[in-house]
Structures are given as C-alpha cells and as structure tokens.
C-alpha cells in the first residue's frame, strides 16, 4: 500500500511568491493533519481536518496559511505570500477511522522541505 | 499545553538503557510516541490509553502514569537503530486525535 504522498519533497522560491504544498492522504483514512517542523519551535500542528472538514485550524500562523480539502484524497496547504520565517519542514499525516480500533496512530507523509529566499 | 520532555538528548552505548520522561499540565487521556530519525518523517511508536491499555513496540516499552499526568518511555538494551528523535504527543482536548507535540528528545546510540 502507498503510504501518505507530499509533492513537491523540496520547494525553493523568494520572498513574496506563493508556495503550494500537496499531500494525498491513505485511502480509507478519514483524518487529516497538517504539521510545521522547525529547530526553533520543534514539530507544530497547523490543521486538522475530519472527513474533508476543517476541525481545528488554531495553529494555522496567520492569514497568509490556507489549507483545503476538497476530497478525501487530496489537501492542499497554500502560503500566499510566502515570507523567510516560513521556512521549514512540512508534514501531512492521515489516520484511520477510529472504529477500525486503530487508535488512532498517525501515519506521516515523506514532508516537503520548504526554503525562501 | 505543549507537554514537556526531559532530558532533552541522551547519548548512549550499544546495550544501555534510556527512560525518556513526558509530563503534562493537564490531565490526560491518552499519550502518544513517535520516533523521528535524521531527514525522516516521525512514525508511530505506541500509544498508552488512560485505564491502562497500549499498544506498543516490540522491544520499547511505556508507563502512564495518569494522576501524575506522566508517561516514561523505556529503551532497554538500546541498539544503532534506536537514533533518533522520540517525541511524546498528547491530544488536545476531546480525543479527536489532533495532537500536540513535546519538543523531541534526541536519542544517540554509539557502537
């Protein structure tokens, strides 16, 4: 089975440009969560969406961060305009349903290396 | 809300062993841990639910300790393969599963 999917692994781009991150989550999992890894501020949650709806977007750092789920295959996390501070690690993470007693492990994406100039 | 981790690195020799510690503020119900190694994405190590029931990893085992809002992470006879970053996740608020993530405690295991 394919696991979590992020396009594109690495992103360079400048200051003021707009970056948009992709992840295709494990079919059949209905969670999906998006993550900021940095040094500085260690592994943050941004969103997190259950069955393509947005349940908890309180981590999402400012109006320039936008995530959407238009499917449950498929999120987006677009950052518009993208400024230096934004560099980082990204992750997506998807997890099952909790009735297939799972316990709701999360299963993380490869992550997209983020860097602007 | 953040759960906090000690120590924050531990290094060690092949054989030794290592408790990684995770405290939070608040009351939990359940504990997460994932281990990172360098350039990879974290995967899922165990989780340890309030009343007593985990599911874990074959050769790494956890306490949670629920009135002391702890959970201890125990490596025992470490291996090379055991580097990495281990963090502690607990979920904010509800269940849902949304988890916030301790800082890491990176682990390093020498020959």
């Known amino acids: 089975d394919a696991g979590v999917i992020q396009s594109p692994r690495h992103e360079v781009t400048e200051m003021g440009q707009e970056v948009t991150l992709r992840c295709k989550p494990i079919?059949?999992?209905?969670?999906l969560f998006w993550y900021r890894q940095t040094m500085m501020r260690g592994l943050e949650l941004l969103i997190y969406?259950?069955?393509?709806?947005?349940?908890?977007d309180s981590g999402m750092p400012e109006d320039r961060f936008s995530a959407k789920m238009p499917n449950a295959s498929f999120s987006t996390l677009k950052i518009q305009p993208s400024e230096p501070r934004d560099s980082a690690v990204y992750f997506c993470?998807?997890?099952?349903?909790?009735?297939?007693?799972?316990?709701?492990?999360?299963?993380f994406g490869p992550g997209t290396r983020l860097t602007v100039l | 809300q953040q759960p906090v981790q000690s120590p924050q690195a531990v290094i060690l020799r092949e054989g030794e062993d290592a408790v990684i510690n995770c405290s939070s503020s608040?009351?939990?119900?359940?504990v997460h841990w994932y281990r990172q190694k360098h350039g990879e994405a974290p995967v899922f190590l165990m989780i340890?639910?309030?009343?007593?029931e985990q599911k874990g990893h074959e050769k790494i085992s956890a306490s949670f300790n629920e009135k002391k809002q702890q959970s201890s992470l125990y490596l025992t006879a470490s291996q090379l393969s055991y580097s990495g970053t281990y963090f502690c996740?607990?979920?904010?608020?509800?269940?849902?599963?949304?988890?916030?993530f301790g800082k890491g405690t990176k682990l390093s295991v020498k020959p």
């Open positions: 993470a998807s997890s099952p349903p909790r009735h297939t007693n799972s316990y709701n492990e999360q299963f």
């Open positions: 079919s059949g999992h209905n969670s």
């Open positions: 969406f259950n069955n393509n709806v947005p349940i908890d």
């Open positions: 608040k009351a939990l119900y359940s």
């Open positions: 340890l639910l309030k009343g007593g």
């Open positions: 996740g607990t979920e904010k608020g509800g269940s849902q599963g949304n988890l916030i």
